[in-house]
């Protein structure tokens, strides 16, 4: 018989995979096999789930300063709410509720901007202006000042 903890973790990767979140990242968060994965991706979307490597940070969802804002929100609002802690239930809740506040947000991304403030790959910065915490890093002029300052119209 199938203990309830693996229940709830085979739950937990179902809503992951539907969700669009990468295998190999799922496979890390709940443990559960590569082969079953597969197959639950395949039944769920339809298609084969992707062998593409994974991005190196969250810096590679940020094309431009409207994806800075949107990654930047959800990141500021995961740190609120659940501090540095990142774990696989927190991240669909918290992601999930975004989304109905601030519409569509590829859940990858959003896993890699908590993991990338949590390991201080980038740095969570607060802007003076607006009062809005961003993603900052140095290494892109989209993320080397506040982006919510930067996307606001100017009446
Ligand atoms: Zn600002």
Known sequence: MVALCELESLRLAHDLIRAGLRLSIVRSLTKIGTRSLRQWWKDIHGVRPSNGKLPETVLSFIKDKDSAAMVSAFGAFHNRLHGTTLNPENLLATWQEFQRICGPLDI?????????????????????????DFIYDAGSKHTDQCPFCATKVVA
């Not at 990858?108 to 809005?132: E, G, K, T």
């Open 108 to 132: 990858n991304a959003a896993y890699f901007a908590v993991r990338d403030i949590r390991a201080r790959i980038v740095m969570l910065s607060h802007c003076d202006v607006c009062h809005a």
